[in-house]
């Protein structure tokens, strides 16, 4: 890190390494995930609701999510097996490369398994595996797959449950009932909230979404004019525009 340039080793150090160092991830949540796409993407997702008021917001958001838990519990019956999608995705992959690792059976319990550079070990009485990538993800990697290959065992029954249909049931198994427009709502005696006196900012409003101090910038966008000299569009010399040409 310290070869790419600047502090970023020294400023990832002022963050808790839980949250960013995969060796210090914990085992139970099974998610070796370290970026926050999921927030990006709900805030794209809620983009044209985000600007309306705020029970007409709640409203866009509450038929979206009725909509999509719905469209879920149907996407769940067209699963082959009892796996995930993204799982058995993830398990092919894993196996296509354990069919290049090398196993070595001590006899008893430990399978010293060889892929490309490193070597790693697995025991499957003490569920340790060097390579930490199934206890992490909760599906066997491919020094785990390569000793399952070595003993005839069945690699799917090992995928962790989260992955089952059932735990994938268990998540959309609530409803969100329908509701009928504001208008037919009932009325309430409590007085009515006044909204705030507008004062109008100078500018522009801004909709572009506020980006964090340390969040990197894009390398590909619209170039900045610092540094580049005017063309006139009547005259063709530098060093003014049209409306200042002699």
């Not at 099974?30 to 927030?39: A, F, I, L, R």
């Not at 796996?83 to 993830?90: C, K, L, V």
């Not at 427009?181 to 522009?204: D, H, Q, R, Y």
């Amino acid at each position: 890190m310290d070869q790419l340039g600047g502090d970023i080793a020294q400023d990832l150090l002022k963050y808790n390494k839980e949250t960013w160092c995969m060796a210090y991830f914990k085992e139970n949540s099974k998610c070796d995930v370290v970026e926050n796409n999921m927030c990006e993407t709900f805030n794209s997702w809620i983009l044209a609701a985000r600007h309306k008021s705020i029970i007409t917001m709640l409203e866009e958001i509450r038929i979206k999510c009725m909509e999509r838990m719905n469209s879920m519990r149907e996407f769940s019956e067209k699963w082959v097996g009892d796996i995930s999608p993204m799982a058995m995705e993830i398990l092919g992959e894993n196996a296509q490369r354990a069919a290049k690792c090398e196993v070595k059976f001590n006899g008893e319990i430990g399978y010293e398994i060889q892929g490309g550079p490193y070597k790693h070990v697995v025991d499957f009485r003490r569920c340790s595996y060097t390579c930490r990538s199934w206890q992490l993800k909760g599906i066997p990697c491919a020094h785990a797959i390569t000793a399952m290959h070595y003993k005839n065992y069945e690699v799917e029954p090992c995928v962790v449950y989260w992955y089952r249909k059932d735990t994938y049931l268990k998540a959309y198994s609530r409803f969100i009932q329908p509701l009928t427009n504001m208008n037919l709502w009932p009325k309430s005696t409590v007085p009515a909230i006044e909204p705030p006196v507008i004062t109008a900012m100078p500018g522009w409003p801004k909709k572009k979404r506020r980006k964090s101090a340390d969040e990197p910038k894009k390398k590909f966008g619209k170039g900045t004019r610092i540094g580049r000299q005017m063309r006139c569009s009547l005259c063709k010399n530098l060093g003014h525009n049209k409306k200042g040409c002699p």
